[in-house]
């Protein structure tokens, strides 16, 4: 029997992920996610948060994937198997996911944000939710097993999923990287990956393709922490505020941000929902400890204005870490700045972006914008406080060499990014429209 591949979201474009991978009549879907520039635009909401909305209104805005071009295979579904916790991977399962009989299988990490993400919205989804450790494997039907293998990322539990068939193994790596010295967690799991590749059972490779221009290795999070030090702890900021905004999900960088405040002899305080949702959802799943630490995390408007008083009257004692790193109108940094809550930034005062802009349109302007008051102010900002937790160039060359796929499929790029993963193969190898497939939402690939 042949497999058949459709690429449902995220192909030709970053983000919405889904595809839908089919072997005699049994299907597995791959991530769920929304669109986050789409989806920002239609909701102004921070860019780690999900809001309860019509499915019509978020694929008319094209902020989650088209799911109706599979409708004949939605009885077919057996699982809907999440590689990791970030929104474009994960934030459309509320939104999609109870049209199949199906469970949703993913890292407990990724579980405990979801089962958050649900409980915040009243959202009840009729699916079982089933959490699977990275590096392990379970027995999906009579024909297919789902095997996860520990990758690094900018969130935490980030695996390569791998499904196991009688035609063949398709593996599916979107969103990660190979961080050989990472802050949070071990380093990826090569000894897997060099097995399923040794296997010769590797049918086809989905892969990311985010960075595939970049020729050179990714750099570890430990560069990043670094980087951190210099500013936290480099800078004098003695009677001064200090405020960081980074990803909700990076955990790895709260972490570290959370150490060196210490250092400070600072407390540390997380502002906005999608802080305390991955927050909690770290600490529900073991992943790591903040409130033990002594971390107060405010997560409701009334919670956030009582903090704010005692934050203004003692802004030389705190580390204060909030949302809007893409300079989102409904995010803490921007309220902040358009003084909707007591707490007021001053000259002088440290505002950090622990992060990049994630380049689309809208971010741009509301960056553009958020920028533009903070200098008004007179805050000292440093901004770029961040490496990526995605693959480049010669890691995704490492990940082909060790898998040794029989097809190649890039994904999570638009074209440029896709023709550079095309490129890839070709020095590797791979024959354009034989081995290596460019595909764009809404393809149907067979492969016998």
């Known amino acids: 029997m042949p497999i058949e591949i459709v690429a449902i979201g995220g192909y030709g474009v970053v983000g919405r992920n889904m595809t839908a991978v089919r072997i005699n009549k049994e299907v597995v879907l791959l991530d769920c996610g929304i669109h986050l520039p789409n989806?920002?635009?239609?909701?102004?909401?921070?860019?780690?948060?999900?809001i309860k909305l019509d499915e019509k209104k978020l694929k008319k805005a094209g902020a989650v994937p088209q799911d109706d071009i599979i409708k004949d295979w939605w009885p077919e579904v057996k699982a809907l198997v999440i590689s990791h916790a970030h929104l474009d991977h994960i934030g459309a399962v509320p939104y999609l996911a109870q049209k199949y009989d199906a469970p949703i299988i993913a890292t407990p990490f990724a579980c405990a944000v979801l089962q958050s993400i649900c409980k915040d919205e009243d959202i009840k989804l009729p699916n079982p939710i089933r959490p699977l450790l990275p590096n392990s494997q379970i027995k999906l039907t009579e024909n297919i097993t789902l095997q996860f293998v520990h990758v690094t990322h900018s969130t935490p539990q980030t695996v390569i999923i791998a499904i196991h068939t009688?035609?063949?193994?398709?593996?599916?790596?979107?969103?990660?990287?190979?961080?050989?010295?990472p802050i949070l967690g071990k380093k990826p799991n090569y000894e897997a990956l060099k097995?399923?590749?040794?296997?010769?059972?590797?049918?086809a490779l989905i892969l990311e393709d985010l960075y595939?221009?970049?020729?050179?290795?990714?750099?570890?999070?430990?560069?990043?922490?670094?980087?951190?030090?210099?500013?936290?702890?480099?800078?004098?900021?003695k009677g001064k505020a200090v405020v960081v905004t980074t990803f909700s999900s990076h955990i790895?960088?709260?972490?570290?941000?959370?150490?060196?405040?210490?250092?400070?002899?600072?407390?540390?305080?997380?502002?906005?929902?999608s802080l305390a949702k991955f927050g909690y959802a770290a600490e529900d799943s073991g992943v790591a400890q903040f409130t033990s630490k002594g971390v107060k995390i405010m997560k409701y408007g009334r919670q956030v204005r009582r903090a704010m008083q005692e934050?203004?009257?003692?802004?030389?004692?705190?580390?204060?870490?909030?949302?809007?790193?893409?300079?989102?109108?409904?995010?803490?940094?921007?309220?902040i700045v358009q003084n909707m809550y007591p707490f007021r930034l001053k000259s002088e005062d440290h505002v950090i972006f622990s992060s990049n802009v994630i380049p689309a349109e809208i971010n741009f302007k509301n960056r553009e914008k958020l920028d533009a008051q903070l200098k008004n102010i007179g805050v000292r900002m440093f901004t770029d406080i961040h490496v990526s937790g995605h693959c480049a160039r010669e890691d995704?060359?490492?990940?082909?060499?060790?898998?040794?796929?029989?097809?190649?499929?890039?994904?999570?790029?638009?074209?440029?990014?896709?023709?550079?993963?095309?490129?890839?193969?070709?020095?590797?190898?791979?024959?354009?429209?034989?081995?290596?497939h460019a595909l764009h939402e809404g393809m149907h690939l067979v492969l016998h």
């Open 212 to 237: 595939a221009k970049d020729s050179r290795k990714m750099p570890s999070e430990a560069i990043a922490k670094e980087m951190l030090k210099d500013v936290m702890l480099g800078v004098e900021s």
């Open 396 to 436: 995704l060359r490492d990940v082909i060499i060790m898998l040794k796929p029989k097809h190649l499929l890039p994904i999570h790029g638009e074209k440029p990014m896709n023709d550079a993963m095309i490129d890839l193969g070709e020095e590797q190898g791979y024959i354009v429209g034989k081995t290596s």
């Open 311 to 335: 934050l203004m009257d003692n802004r030389d004692k705190y580390v204060i870490v909030m949302t809007g790193h893409q300079g989102e109108p409904k995010a803490m940094l921007s309220k």
């Open 195 to 203: 097995a399923l590749g040794d296997s010769g059972n590797v049918k």
């Open 252 to 273: 790895a960088r709260l972490t570290t941000i959370v150490d060196f405040a210490q250092k400070l002899n600072r407390k540390v305080v997380f502002l906005g929902r």
């Open 166 to 181: 009688p035609e063949g193994i398709v593996a599916y790596g979107c969103d990660f990287k190979l961080d050989n010295s």
């Open 39 to 50: 989806y920002i635009s239609l909701t102004e909401e921070e860019a780690g948060d999900v």
